[in-house]
């Protein structure tokens, strides 16, 4: 039996975040259907969640990367029981530290003042490995995102992100199998973060990316793609 697939983007992402892994992904008899839903419409994860949870079917299998993934843990602690794998990309379990919530109401005042603007060219050493960071098949493709998500999403989502909950201590009750997949050079949810998260998860397995920042799915997309593929053709639908 096949499953639809949720694959939730990050912060100041779209569809676009995974065009490099949807086509190998579609071509698998488990997926029955790939949505990328829109995060631009509300500002905290309770609401995030509802919205999709609303229109998703009542069995899937869900994805998402850094933002993405912090949905996807309010997501199984509402619905955990529809979900039949999971897949967690570049994210973390962990809450604000005083120090990232100081840099994002700082980006929050600075979009209010119309002085962000959104990704640039100075911000991508931090998104990327820095031998992507002039690639013609990655910056494009992460500047234009951010240029379609918009100021008035961005601030939204960082609020939504600013407000999530520490979902530590939910880490153990996660019952489906599970993919935890991170950048070997990711610099915002680094290796560490992610070997102590699949570690807390029962049924989990824990991939490094090599040569790779925070954002793997355009960054590696055809390892990436492998990855999730041998991931969901081992689910039972």
Same mark, same amino acid.
């Given at each position: 039996m096949s499953l639809p697939l949720l694959l939730l983007p990050g912060l100041l992402c779209d569809r676009?975040?995974? +065009? %490099? =892994? &949807?086509p190998s992904l /579609?071509?698998?008899? +488990? &997926?029955?259907g790939i949505t990328v839903p829109d995060l631009t419409l509300d500002e905290s994860m309770a609401a995030m969640a509802e919205r999709v949870l609303q229109t998703a079917p009542p069995r899937f299998i869900l994805g998402g990367l850094s933002m993405g993934g912090y949905l996807a843990f309010e997501m199984m602690r509402?619905? %955990?029981g529809r979900v039949e794998g999971l897949m967690l990309v570049d994210t973390q379990p962990n809450p604000e530290t005083p120090a990232s919530q100081t840099k994002r109401l700082a980006t929050i005042d600075l979009a209010k003042s119309g002085k962000f603007k959104? =990704? *640039?060219?100075?911000?991508?050493?931090s998104l990327v490995h820095p031998s992507r960071v002039d690639d013609q098949a990655v910056a494009p493709i992460v500047l234009a995102m951010a240029e379609r998500v918009g100021v008035a999403a961005f601030i939204r989502q960082q609020t939504a992100i600013l407000g999530r909950a520490d979902s530590r201590p939910t880490?153990?009750?996660i019952a489906c199998p599970t993919l935890v997949m991170v950048g070997? /050079?990711? +610099? &915002? *949810?680094p290796l560490e973060v992610a070997r102590d998260m699949a570690a807390s998860i029962a049924d989990s397995r824990l991939v490094v990316v090599p040569h790779c920042g925070h954002l793997p799915p355009i960054e590696r997309p055809?390892? =990436?793609a492998e990855q999730m593929v041998r991931f969901c053709a081992k689910l039972r639908g």
């Open positions: 676009a975040l995974w +065009q %490099g =892994v &949807i /579609q071509s698998l008899p +488990q &997926i029955d509402r619905a %955990g959104g =990704v *640039t060219r100075h911000l991508l050493p880490l153990a009750e070997e /050079q990711d +610099q &915002i *949810t055809e390892f =990436v």
